[in-house]
């Protein structure tokens, strides 16, 4: 699977939990097997699902930081 051996040279992301780089694989896949079969209706909603499962990830992880916190950010030193 190339997709796999391509997201194996990133370095890990902060917001990677067990599991979420599975799901992504298998979203992806999804995603391009709609491709595939010309069915752009569920590749566009497939698609708006792993962005919006996506971006609540990443706001999750920035609300743990701190990010919006009154008084700053907290340290992840």
């Given at each position: 699977?190339r997709?796999?051996?391509?997201?194996?040279?990133?370095?890990?992301c902060p917001?990677?939990?067990p599991?979420?780089?599975?799901?992504g694989?298998?979203?992806?896949?999804?995603i391009l097997?709609a491709?595939?079969?010309?069915?752009a209706k569920v590749?566009?909603t497939l698609?708006?699902?792993?962005?919006v499962?996506g971006a609540d990830?990443?706001v999750?992880m920035l609300?743990?930081q701190?990010?919006w916190?009154?008084?700053?950010?907290?340290s992840?030193?």
């Amino acid at each position: 699977m190339r997709v796999a051996r391509r997201a194996e040279s990133y370095p890990a992301c902060p917001w990677d939990g067990p599991g979420s780089g599975e799901q992504g694989l298998r979203d992806h896949s999804a995603i391009l097997e709609a491709l595939r079969k010309c069915r752009a209706k569920v590749a566009s909603t497939l698609m708006r699902d792993h962005i919006v499962s996506g971006a609540d990830e990443l706001v999750a992880m920035l609300e743990e930081q701190g990010l919006w916190a009154e008084g700053g950010r907290k340290s992840t030193a």
